[in-house]
C-alpha cells in the first residue's frame, strides 16, 4: 500500500498488471533477454542463407551452387559428383 500511495502522491496511476509495471520501471531482463536472442537467431540465420546459396552443393542443380545457378557462373572447383569413382 505504502508503494500505491507513493505513485499517487506523484499523479501516476497504475493498475497491478504486467503492461503497467514493465512500463513504470523500464524493461524487464526476460524482454532484453527475448530481444537478444531474436537477434541471434536473425542473424545465425543470415549467415546459414549465406552458406546455403554461396556455398552448399546442391543435388538437384546438378552439384552447383544456387549463387552459380542464379548468376550463370561457372563452378569454381569442389566436389561435383554424388560419389567418387
Do not use: W
Not at 514493465?22 to 536473425?42: A, E, N, T, W, Y
Not at 552443393?57 to 563452378?75: K, N
Amino acid at each position: 500500500m505504502l508503494f500505491s500511495k507513493k505513485f499517487t502522491a506523484k499523479g501516476l496511476r497504475c493498475r497491478n498488471n504486467r503492461r503497467c509495471r514493465s512500463q513504470v520501471s523500464g524493461p524487464s531482463i526476460r524482454d532484453v533477454f527475448k530481444k537478444c536472442v531474436r537477434v541471434l537467431v536473425i542473424l545465425g540465420l543470415k549467415e546459414y542463407f549465406l552458406f546455403y546459396n554461396t556455398e552448399r552443393q546442391h543435388q538437384s542443380l546438378d552439384y552447383r551452387t544456387p549463387s552459380e545457378v542464379y548468376d550463370g557462373a561457372e563452378p569454381t572447383g569442389g566436389i561435383r559428383t554424388p560419389c567418387a569413382a
